[in-house]
């Protein structure tokens, strides 16, 4: 195992690396980096496994014969350098063609999860000018109610329409990749906040070279594992680091089309010998909640584990040591970035429970008050990106959408957290969820990790609600374990719970127990929604009062 600091000293030079990475970028192709680099061995691509739990096995070969064969289709319907093309897919070998075939021709990939409705999937389109949309049977109805929707390719497809298969079977087998620079952009990404529609960003050929790096240093791929990314490629993280960074390297990727359940989870590590796994805690969580059922037919198996999306709670590293007998690291990254900040599997140094760990070598990433001005450790602030001693750091800003996330040379994540004396540092909350009560600044994510670690908890979200008294009164909504029932006695045992893990001023005065909580399609937790909501019930308790 490498370590840390050695390999972080490789760029201390921030211009002098960066030079030398755009000597490497001057001509690139996403296709050939992901694809045609690796053809000639016979190296295994990619492992699809439908729902029925049958699989299909495809080669760097194979791929690249069928990405170069639509990307002929895609050229006839006028795709050029730079164009969008849009993909509306389950996680299928159609998928991973379409990606590779748009990235052949120098074009630009733009991803559309399954589970978006009809306007989102249009706000998306409308945005990206997208000249061609790749979708399947299941998902073809969506865009009967896009308006300005354009051409559609599909998997059984309808008559009169492109059929994918047909088109690919009749297309030639040769066509030479786009060579583009290293700024030029291979995918149109879409990031929302907790208000307004949600904003494309274009991400540049050269950061296939940070997907490498958290690939390498961070997820730990070795040659001999056996990969599985639980993300699916319609959001950041899957795209990112189940599609381009593994397939950058040489690696295989896995894709599991069907739902994510317990059964199939452990089927697969079993079946296919799994032993290094990415997903998010809210898949964790969901694996712990079944126990012995899920961890004793794969106890052993997982050589790491890996978790992004949200803060990883420290009662999920415990249950994955204790029932796994495997190191499970938390991961911190934003859609804008790819992952930053990470406890690193391939690297050497310290980790503690509830760090979100140290930058990724390339990175240089501090802690910033409201002023602008660098904190030391042990004083909350906002997580930032020192762009000028960052080399391998690629946003740029937002697709003709206008930002104040950049001050000076830094990039403001929005994140609050905090600066440990070793150099790692930990997640506190986003910036409009940390709770100011009685005069104490609170991070939810602390007050939700201690509400799980008691066996009725499957999950808890924790919010500050407005309180003339102290500004704001901690309330968390508790998803309770099966068979549990939510009671006073309960309320009070949780509260007392907290106050023993914490501090007298953490505890959620108010608790209220549901069935589920709000998240996002992939799967991060929404606070805000609860926020708004309970500010809601407040407002209209008070008009009802003056009225009264």
């Known amino acids: ?69 639509f990307a002929n289709v895609l050229k006839a319907q006028g795709v050029k350098a730079g164009d969008r093309v849009a993909g509306l897919m389950p996680r299928t070998p159609q998928l991973l063609v379409t990606i590779l075939a748009t990235w052949r021709l120098g074009a630009v990939y733009q991803p559309l999860f399954t589970a978006f409705g009809p306007k989102a999937i249009e706000h998306r389109l409308e945005q990206s000018g997208a000249k061609v949309v790749v979708t399947d049977s299941q998902n073809r109805a969506k865009l009967d109610e896009v308006h300005g929707c354009p051409t559609i390719i599909s998997v ?47 991400v540049p050929l050269r950061a296939i070279v940070a997907f490498q790096g958290y690939m390498r240093d961070a997820i730990d791929l070795r040659p001999k594992d056996n990969f599985w990314n639980l993300a699916d490629p319609g959001w950041a993280y899957g795209l990112y680091y189940a599609v381009t960074g593994p397939l950058a390297l ?15 989870c452990a089927r697969i590590i079993d079946k296919f010998g799994i032993t290094n796994l990415a997903g998010s805690p809210t898949a964790y969580r969901l694996l712990i909640a079944a126990g012995s059922e899920f961890s004793a037919p794969i106890k052993g198996r997982l050589r790491v584990v890996s978790s992004a999306g949200e803060p990883l709670n420290p009662e999920v590293i415990r249950w994955f040591a204790d029932e796994l007998g495997v190191t499970i690291h938390d991961h911190y990254g934003q859609t804008e970035l790819g992952m930053v900040l990470c406890n690193h599997h391939g690297l050497e140094h310290p980790v503690h429970l509830g760090s979100a760990g140290f930058a990724i070598p390339g990175h240089r990433i501090v802690v910033l008050d409201e002023q602008g001005a660098e904190l030391p450790p042990g004083q909350p602030g906002i997580l930032a990106v020192d762009r000028e001693q960052s080399p391998l750091c690629w946003f740029g800003g937002y697709h003709g959408v206008p930002t104040k996330a950049f001050v000076g040379k830094y990039y403001l994540s929005g994140d609050t957290v905090e600066l440990n004396a070793d150099g790692s540092i930990s997640f506190v909350g986003r910036s409009d969820d940390v709770i100011t009560t009685s005069g104490y600044r609170v991070g939810p994510f602390d007050v939700e990790s201690a509400l799980i670690e008691h066996p009725a908890v499957v999950e808890a979200a924790v919010v500050g609600k407005p309180d003339p008294e102290r500004t704001e009164l901690i309330k968390a909504f508790v998803v309770l374990a099966k068979g549990v029932e939510g009671t006073p006695e309960l309320e009070e045992t949780l509260r007392q719970h907290v106050r023993k893990r914490l501090y007298a001023h953490a505890y959620p005065r108010e608790i209220e127990f549901v069935s589920e909580l709000p998240k996002t399609p992939s799967g991060k937790l929404q606070r805000f929604i609860l926020r708004n909501q309970e500010i809601a019930k407040q407002q209209a308790q008070l008009a009802a009062h003056a009225s009264a």
């Open 1 to 69: 195992m490498r370590n840390y600091a050695e390999a972080a000293r490789a760029f201390d030079h921030a211009q002098a690396a960066a030079d030398a990475l755009q000597g490497d970028l001057s001509a690139l192709n996403a296709c050939v980096e992901c694809c045609d680099r690796h053809v000639g061995s016979d190296k295994l691509a990619l492992l699809w496994v439908n729902r029925d739990g049958e699989s299909q096995p495809f080669t760097f070969d194979t791929l690249c014969e069928q990405a170069a064969r």
């Open 250 to 264: 040489g690696h295989a990727t896995t894709f599991y089309d069907g739902p994510f359940s317990v059964e199939s």
């Open 156 to 202: 059984h497809a309808r008559a009169g329409e492109l059929d994918f298969q047909q088109s690919l079977d009749g297309a030639a087998e040769h066509c030479p990749p786009v060579m583009r620079t290293g700024d030029d952009p291979f995918l149109l990404m879409f990031t929302s906040g907790t208000t307004g529609p949600a904003k494309p960003l274009e």
